[in-house]
């Protein structure tokens, strides 16, 4: 049975520090990308179209930390990172630190369609992004002020900083400078296939060519013959953890359910000291959406169509 | 109990494409790369130790792909890429298409130890390697004709290719264009803590930035308090599988020795296309080297300290 979930990224997102419209606004955008993927899996198609709608319309929408509206680096840049995977046929692409790229995760699946390779990174991905002829934008399609804010405020203070810090200054804690911005969909189509994808800005100041876990296969995405993972929060532990990989580890050799599978792998997840969330999808349908941080941007389809749109525990 | 495997990568290495003084090369250079890694762990040193002196000495062996001796991209560049993970910590670091390092090795533990990331890539990992003063050479350093020769063959021939070619022409299948050059070290010390490193200067004539699976945690390399593996062979593949992690899951989930856990792993990669091996050690001094190529340099320590060294299947 078809069904998919989205995440707009895990981290500090508390009540008290958001106002009514810009919840509506982030509802707002997480309603248009479950749609724009939930679209596609309605009339029958593929679960691979259905998380790269999903995922686009993410990154378009410029509240979140991926395309438009990706946080900035030190040096004042956007640059992206975004991954794509085919359950049904174990097939992935991925891009690192690209620059420019209106859609990354559009240049992810031509990662994984058009070349032998699963992962290109830098300029080379550029090149690439160049030669397969990708909508790119000038700097300022990328701009948003929001996100300049954050990589001033994170620069006066030296620290590298997530991505949806809450506004209030007192409320800025050592916790609140963790990386967790990320947007990601994972879906099970009619014919029983699955597929992960996720998108991200990366972090707030980040600096040396830093990779979190969103393009690397087996930490921030994955998706085989068992389950579908899209992760978000602090991606280092994410790595440490091989986190999304670990989901389907579970469910194959402890022949766990989804929810449990995925429930210990969030287990281990805090064990290890890391925060965040996954998004996880079976062939069956079933649907989970665990994490240990205080809010995840998350949305999901039930067996009757109805739309379930969450942000905080 | 203390012990260190290596290898040296995997591939299409046949006896009949070998000559008697390029075997005793390879074995010298073994030797000497177990030796450097042994010695640390016999006067009670630490695995992480044993396993960064085991990969250096590798990297400055010219024969192997990785420091010294690196392929080149198909800009005639030798673009390094090296991981090492503490699995006692569970912490990791690594670094990809550095340039002009002369132990990639050396800067993936300074990422583990000096930064909060696990990767870094590209022109900023190269930043970080200035700051942090690690030891540069120019490129005639990493030169070496046999890897020039085979770069200017695989742009005449417009392939990607692997490292360890073999010499006669007509010996030279569609099989011998998979990138399998990769070197690797994986130790468990007195205490009982093991650590893996691996370095590469990946695939001839490689473009685009492409990343393999050398410097992704859980790919190419990976550690915790279960095992300790480094990979080698078509890097996409141990990619998709999640390959070294998968070893420690299948230990930790299925509760098989070090030895099924590996052979169920490269049965896997075998199942879904890729080539290569890997090589493996547990909590108790027991090590693994499974691989489902024609050949894999590599070598072993056993209990009573016999330096045990082999290059065919």
Redesign the interface.
């Known amino acids: 049975m078809a069904t998919i979930a989205i995440h707009g990224g895990a981290g500090t997102i508390l009540r008290s520090a958001m106002t009514r419209e810009l919840e509506a606004d982030y509802r707002d955008g997480l309603t248009a990308a479950l749609n724009a993927g939930w679209e596609i899996l309605e009339r029958g198609g593929p679960s691979l179209d259905a998380v790269e709608a999903a995922v686009i319309s993410l990154e378009n929408f410029p509240l979140f930390n991926s395309g438009r509206g990706s946080v900035f680096t030190t040096e004042g840049k956007n640059e992206m990172d975004a991954a794509i995977m085919d359950g049904s046929r174990?097939?992935?692409g991925a891009v690192?630190?690209v620059q420019n790229v209106v859609n990354p995760i559009k240049l992810a699946r031509l990662v994984m369609e058009q070349?032998?390779?699963?992962?290109?990174?830098?300029?080379?991905?550029n090149?690439?992004a160049a030669q397969q002829g990708v909508e790119m934008a000038d700097d300022a399609y990328f701009f948003t002020q929001h996100r300049y804010d954050q990589l001033l405020e994170a620069r006066d203070r030296g620290v590298?900083q997530l991505d949806h810090t809450v506004d209030e200054a007192d409320l800025i804690t050592e916790a609140d400078e963790r990386p967790k911005g990320t947007v990601g969909a994972v879906a099970c189509d009619n014919a029983g296939r699955l597929a992960a994808a996720t998108s991200t800005g990366g972090m707030t100041n980040k600096?040396?060519?830093?990779?979190?876990d969103t393009p690397?296969?087996?930490?921030g995405t994955?998706a085989d013959d068992v389950c579908a993972v899209s992760c978000t929060g602090h991606?280092?532990y994410f790595?440490?953890?091989?986190t999304a990989?670990?989901v389907s580890?579970?469910m194959k050799?402890?022949n766990l359910t989804l929810e449990q599978a995925a429930a210990g792998t969030i287990a281990r997840l805090t064990e290890?000291g890391g925060e965040g969330g996954l998004i996880a999808v079976d062939g069956r349908g079933n649907v989970t959406l665990p994490f240990n941080s205080d809010g995840m941007y998350r949305a999901s389809v039930t067996a009757d169509g109805e739309f379930i749109i969450d942000i905080y525990a």
Chains 1, 2 share one sequence.
Do not use: P
């Open positions: 174990l097939r992935a690192a630190f070349t032998e390779h699963v992962l290109l990174a830098g300029t080379g991905a090149q690439f590298v600096k040396f060519g830093r990779i979190g690397i296969i087996g930490s994955y991606g280092e790595m440490l953890g091989a990989y670990d580890a579970r050799y402890q290890i």
